[in-house]
T-cell receptor
Framework: DTGVSQDPRHKITKRGQNVTFRCDPI?????LYWYRQTLGQGPEFLTY????????KSRLLSDRFSAERPKGSFSTLEIQRTEQGDSAMYLC?????????????FGEGSWLTVV | GIQVEQSPPDLILQEGANSTLRCNFS?????LQWFHQNPWGQLINLFY???GTKQNGRLSATTVATERYSLLYISSSQTTDSGVYFC??????????????FGRGTQLTVWP
């Protein structure tokens, strides 16, 4: 069973370094989402793609954040010049369909610690 | 966006007890999901339930879309039910169509 896969699962980096997370969605899912979750909070939306098109970006996604989904399959989320406030779990999710009510499935998340 | 409010924020039960978690949402939705977040952080789908009632073992859920709320019932709770339960909703028009909006969750602790 191939669910949503995220890599790496854990990352510790020094402040100022760049980090990149990868997400492989469920096969044939054309929608892919990125969320961020900090301790004690619910997941917060960052951005989502339909195929390779990035359709929406949250205000949380500052200029230091960039997400891509070049061929409409896997996606990467890069954080440049990391800050301690970027420490969080980054969640990827995918779903099938466009503006319908399809179930959204989440990966196991990538934990980022900025020291 | 859609406001999603969950109650109670914390719930402590003894094994075997029943519980009801509530989720209120501020607008009409085409997607309402309940998740259980395990201690390792993964969000496990429990129900996709924009309307109606569903049951899965000891868990069941009901969404009354016209009144903008959903309920998650846990019967005969077990220690493995512990964790955070999230409700998330997606709207059915305009800018609310794309994303799931999450509540802040209910932290459930089940003692043996």
């Amino acid at each position: 069973d191939t669910g949503v896969s995220q890599d790496p699962r854990h990352k510790i980096t020094k402040r100022g370094q760049n980090v990149t997370f990868r997400c492989d969605p469920i096969s044939e899912h054309n929608r892919l989402y990125w969320y961020r979750q900090t301790l004690g909070q619910g997941p917060e939306f960052l951005t989502y793609f339909q195929n390779e098109a990035q359709l929406e970006k949250s205000r949380l996604l500052s200029d230091r954040f960039s997400a891509e989904r070049p061929k409409g399959s896997f996606s990467t989320l890069e954080i440049q010049r990391t800050e301690q406030g970027d420490s969080a779990m980054y969640l990827c999710a995918s779903s099938l369909g466009s503006f319908s009510g399809n179930t959204i499935y989440f990966g196991e998340g990538s934990w980022l610690t900025v020291v | 966006g859609i406001q999603v409010e969950q109650s109670p924020p914390d719930l402590i039960l003894q094994e075997g007890a029943n519980s009801t978690l509530r989720c209120n949402f501020s607008d009409s939705v085409n997607n309402l999901q309940w998740f259980h977040q395990n201690p390792w952080g993964q969000l496990i789908n429990l129900f996709y339930i924009p309307s109606g009632t569903k049951q899965n073992g000891r868990l069941s859920a009901t969404t009354v879309a016209t009144e903008r709320y959903s309920l998650l019932y846990i019967s005969s709770s077990q220690t493995t039910d512990s964790g955070v339960y999230f409700c998330a909703a997606r709207g059915d028009r305009g800018s609310t169509l794309g994303r799931l909006y999450f509540g802040r969750g209910t932290q459930l602790t089940v003692w043996p």
